[in-house]
Nanobody, 112 residues
Framework: EVQLVESGGGLVQPGGSLRLSCAAS????????MSWVRQAPGKGPEWVST????????YYTDSVKGRFTISRNNAKNTLYLQMNSLKPEDTAVYYC?????WGQGTQVTVSS
């Protein structure tokens, strides 16, 4: 059974940082591209970032370029999202995703 379990969310002040993690199990993690997707209150899902299976290629939506860094550890079956210089508009539930599989999400709230 595929499982994706996100963690690391929380409440942070504007300008702060958080590191999200996604622990994957039930599939061969190292052969799939992985993504982070977020959903803000009252809005639809927004793609944030994707990393290639080997970790050498990354993509970001424009609004997070230069602030967020996606990475992975295939030996630990874990996906990460380092988020710096956080803004209130980054407030959302963040989901780990590949193909049609999603985690339960972790809430990120950026507020003073």
């Amino acid at each position: 059974e595929v499982q994706l379990v996100e963690s690391g969310g929380g409440l942070v002040q504007p300008g702060g940082s958080l590191r999200l993690s996604c622990a994957a199990s039930g599939f061969t993690f190292g052969i799939y591209d992985m993504s982070w997707v977020r959903q803000a209150p009252g809005k639809g899902p927004e793609w944030v970032s994707t990393i290639s299976s080997g970790g050498s290629i990354t993509y970001y939506t424009d609004s997070v370029k230069g602030r967020f860094t996606i990475s992975r550890n295939n030996a630990k079956n874990t996906l990460y999202l380092q988020m710096n210089s956080l803004k209130p508009e980054d407030t959302a539930v963040y989901y780990c995703n590949f193909r049609d599989y999603w985690g339960q999400g972790t809430q990120v709230t950026v507020s003073s």
